[in-house]
Structure formats: structure tokens, C-alpha cells
């Protein structure tokens, strides 16, 4: 490319003027921004005056992004990193250390699992697994060294529903944080920090953005100490580009319009699967049978998810033709589109299980988690049905 380095990157002072801005958020797609002089560079290392140097630090998309998601949950302080597992890794860095113990809920998504359970006792942090539902094991697992207790809001796949507020209560008295997954409720069903929790995540690859097209992840909570966390983002260079951070916050516009819309499917989609032969048992907060139906009415305010699990008679046979025969619903691993998917857990989110954990989490071949999308309810009962016909 020929001529100066200047002349192929307009800057601010060439670019046209205007005396209007543009509504849109500008991406910035910048790795590094100028300082004018050392003082200024100076001023801004030493956090006196506000300003962008490197992208890993910070920069404009994350922040914008970061300043919705602050308010969605109603958090004072909230970051945004490269997925949903980095998020989770920040909270492990920035919160624990060498001889602390973690309580870690056994229903927590697989790849979670294995970050508290298979990674942390390498940097010396030991965990004890326990079932959310069960409160009364907290008590009997929690020892001097627990700082962190880790649920999902809505567990994957079998939606079992933790109750944060009674979660939040036991893990203070212990001396210990609540950290909350709340990927599968989004905060338009719930904010766990209201409930008492002292750090939230989202992977914001699923509901919040929305639109399968973007890896990001959401930490957020109200504590002083926050520095720790953005320093464990940069530090361990778990931090987002410019260009997710955007696609996310357009996502984010439309987030309590599809949640809403796709809950109401949802609910239509689990009642009408409940009175088809082929289906042994429907997995649905919404449907008067779950277990925690009432804290689910109370804790989401009248919404119960978008993700909907049910299990097959006729086991993993019955899953592969249900699958194959299915080309309206696309068999894929995540959750949160804007259309209808289907999952298998046993083969895909939960395969790194053995046959027991399996079993003991009710996850069988004849498993299938749907994330519902916002089609018609109609469009995916239809389509279930050609699946079922084939059975
Ligand atoms: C509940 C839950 N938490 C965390 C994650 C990890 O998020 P990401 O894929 O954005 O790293 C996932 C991914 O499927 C998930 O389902």
C-alpha cells in the first residue's frame, strides 16, 4: 500500500464535519487509541481523567453494551467479555485463591462443570457438587475456606428452578459469595442481585443477543472491589471485540419483546406436548406438575423461560428419527435464536458426563431440549408434530 500511514486511516479531524450525531452506535474497531502528549497518557494510566488506551482494557462498544446490561439487572458495576465461559473465569480469578473451596451446584451447564471441577483444583481451589433444590445440603457441604457458591437460575436441561433469595441468605451466613448463571431466565424474568446475589453471569451468546451470530458474556454485581474483576478480564485476556459488543447491544434492544413472546410459546408448546402419546415426561416451570412451579410464578413474576425439555419413550432411537425428521427445527447445541432449535443433551452439552452423573440428572437418549423461538406457537407445534408422526 503506498503512502503515509495517516493517509490510509481517516482521522477524526479529516473525517466531514457535521453538526448533528449519528443515532446508531458508531462501532470502534481501534486495538489502540492516541494520546496527545505523556502528561495526558499519564492522567489517563492513573485513572484521573476518563479515556481509552487499549481494547483489552476497555473500549467504547463494551462499555455501551456493558452500561444496558448494568441497568437490566440493576447492578452498580457489570463487564462484558469474550463469552460466557470467560465471564465465569473472571469471577473464578478475581474472587478466589489457592486454598479456597467452592460449592458448586451439579446441575450447572457441562463446560461450567468442568471449569470448577476439573481447572480450579489445578490452581488449588477444591469444590464440593450439590443439589440446588436441596438447601439443607449447603449446610452440610459449606467449610471454613467456602467463598463461592455457583447455581443457574434455570438449570440445564432438566429446568430445575433455584430459589436465590433462600441461596443468597445461606451462602452470607456461611461467609460465602452467591454466583448466579442467569443464562437460561435473562433479566427480563429475573435479577439475582434483587434476590440477594453478590455476582451474576450471562452468556450473552444465547438469549441476550439473540440472534446466534455473536460469543459474548456478561459478568455483573455491586461490590467495591470491582477493579479485581476488570483486572482479571485484562490480565488473563478474557475481554471482547467492538464488533460483538455492537451486534449485541442491537440484539439487546429487542430482548423483553422476544423473551415475552417466545415464554408464551413456550408455555403453548409444553401443554400441548404433555397430552402427546409418544412423550413420557415435559420439563417446563410453567406447567403445574414442575416441582418448583410456585417459587418459579413468584421469583420470575408470571414468565417461565423459553426453553423447554422433554423426554422421549422410545429413548435414543425415538430422539435420532424425532431429529431427523424434524428439518423445520435445526438440531443444534445452544439455545436463545431467534427461531426454534432443538437439542440433545446426552450427545452434545452433557456427553462429557459418565452414564451415572447422567442418570442421576434424569438426562436419558430420549432427552430433547427446545429452545423456542419467536415463530408462531402454531409453526412449532406443527412441526413437532411431523417429528412425533415418525414415531
Ligand atoms: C447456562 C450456560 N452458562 C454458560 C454458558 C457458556 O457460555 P458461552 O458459550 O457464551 O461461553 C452456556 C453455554 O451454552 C450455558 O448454557
New binding site residues.
Given amino acids: 500500500m503506498q503512502g503515509r500511514p495517516e493517509d490510509q486511516c481517516p482521522q477524526p479531524d479529516t473525517m466531514p464535519a457535521s453538526i448533528t450525531r449519528p443515532l446508531a452506535m458508531p462501532i470502534y474497531p481501534t486495538s489502540v487509541w492516541q494520546c496527545d502528549s505523556l502528561e495526558q497518557a499519564e492522567q489517563m494510566l492513573e485513572g484521573n481523567v476518563a479515556g481509552y488506551v487499549y481494547q483489552r482494557d476497555a473500549h467504547p462498544n463494551a462499555a455501551a453494551l456493558a452500561s444496558k446490561c448494568r441497568q437490566l439487572h440493576g447492578a452498580q458495576q457489570a463487564v462484558i467479555t469474550s ?4 465471564a ?1 473465569s473472571a469471577a473464578v480469578l478475581s474472587q478466589l485463591k489457592a486454598g479456597d473451596h467452592v460449592l458448586v451446584s451439579r446441575e450447572l ?1 457441562g ?2 462443570l468442568q471449569l470448577l471441577t476439573e481447572q480450579c483444583p489445578k490452581l488449588g481451589i477444591d469444590h464440593t457438587l450439590f443439589d440446588p433444590c436441596q438447601l439443607e445440603s449447603i449446610t452440610e457441604s459449606c467449610r471454613a475456606e467456602t467463598r463461592l457458591i455457583v447455581v ?1 437460575t434455570i438449570s ?1 436441561p432438566r429446568l430445575k428452578v433455584a430459589n436465590l433469595a433462600s441461596l443468597a441468605e445461606l451462602s452470607h451466613q456461611h461467609g460465602s459469595q452467591l454466583l448466579v ?1 442467569n ?2 431466565a435473562s433479566p427480563v424474568l429475573c435479577r439475582p442481585l434483587e434476590q440477594g446475589a453478590d455476582l451474576v453471569m450471562e ?4 438469549m441476550m443477543n439473540g440472534h446466534s451470530d455473536v ?3 456478561l459478568l455483573c454485581g455491586n461490590q467495591s472491589n470491582w477493579q479485581e474483576v476488570t483486572d482479571a478480564i485484562s490480565i488473563w485476556g478474557l475481554a471482547s471485540g467492538p464488533f460483538d459488543c455492537w451486534l449485541a447491544t442491537r440484539g439487546l434492544a429487542t430482548l423483553p419483546l422476544r423473551i415475552s413472546r417466545a415464554c408464551e410459546s413456550a408455555l403453548h408448546v409444553s401443554q400441548w406436548l404433555l397430552r402427546q402419546a409418544e412423550i413420557e415426561q415435559v420439563d417446563y416451570p410453567g406447567l403445574e406438575d414442575h416441582p418448583q412451579h410456585d417459587l418459579a410464578r413468584q421469583q420470575f413474576h408470571g414468565q417461565f423461560g423459553t426453553v423447554v425439555t422433554f423426554h422421549l419413550k422410545g429413548g435414543r432411537a425415538a430422539a435420532e428419527s424425532f431429529i431427523q425428521a424434524n428439518q423445520a427445527l435445526p438440531f443444534c447445541p ?2 436463545g435464536e431467534t427461531i426454534t432449535t432443538l437439542s440433545h443433551p446426552e450427545s452434545t ?1 452433557h456427553r462429557g458426563l459418565s452414564v451415572a452423573q447422567r442418570e442421576t440428572l434424569g438426562i436419558g437418549g430420549g432427552t430433547i431440549r427446545l429452545s423456542v423461538g419467536i415463530e408462531s406457537a402454531e409453526h412449532i407445534v406443527d412441526s413437532l408434530q411431523v417429528g412425533l408422526e415418525t414415531l
Fill in positions: 463469552s460466557g465461559m470467560a465465569l451447564y463446560r461450567s443457574e440445564n448463571d443464562t437460561f452468556s450473552v451468546s444465547k460469543m459474548l458474556g445452544s439455545l452439552s
